[in-house]
């Protein structure tokens, strides 16, 4: 019964092929395009640079969501043929649900988050979803500020949502338009 509604779900949207394409930014070239399993070990090494030591996610998240029967859409960007970035997002019924945003600190506050995120609000767009979801950490100030500026609103707390900390996480949503 699960399987079935599950595909019932998925029939809602499908799966789009993403272009790969070079974008400018600040004078520099870069590429994004789909993620892959290829990439795994790369954005292992990119997450613990970003989160001081820390996995966010291990390997068996990023193949779960690479593989997950949902609908979704994992980016990353790369600079010199080095990842520096990456998004994910989920769709879930009428609702987009971005699972992870990570940038290099080296290339954090040039505009790389907000093309990424961009990029999967286009596919949710695309895909008819109406709204746009995420969990910020209280403590990311600078997250929080991007995802103000590009249209999210704060709809709850959640209380201790993070184990790692135990910190609390604000629950955002955009309308997609």
């Known amino acids: 019964m699960l399987k079935r509604f599950r595909s019932a779900i998925s ?7 993403y272009i790969t394409h070079e974008q400018e930014i600040a004078d520099k070239k870069f590429i994004v395009r789909e993620m892959s399993t290829n990439d795994i070990k790369e954005l292992l090494q990119l997450e613990k640079v970003i989160y001081a030591g820390e996995l966010p996610w ?3 998240a990023f193949l779960a ?3 997950s029967r949902y609908v979704h859409l994992y980016l990353c960007i790369l600079y010199q043929d080095q ?3 990456f998004v994910g997002i989920r769709l ?3 609702d987009a649900h971005i699972t992870h945003v990570a940038v290099h600190p080296n290339f954090q506050k040039t505009g790389i988050g907000s093309l990424l995120i961009k990029e999967v609000e286009a596919f949710a ?4 979803c109406q709204t746009i979801s995420l969990e910020v950490r209280i403590s990311n100030i600078d997250a929080k500020r991007l995802y103000r500026k590009l249209g999210y609103e704060t709809k709850k707390r959640m209380t201790q949502y993070y184990k790692i900390g135990n910190e609390d996480a604000l629950y955002m949503v955009k309308k997609v338009e």
């Open 11 to 17: 029939a809602f949207h499908h799966k789009e092929r």
């Open 65 to 67: 969501e690479l593989y």
């Open 58 to 60: 291990a390997r068996s």
């Open 125 to 128: 767009y695309r895909q008819h």
């Open 83 to 85: 990842i520096v970035g």
């Open 92 to 94: 879930f019924f009428d």
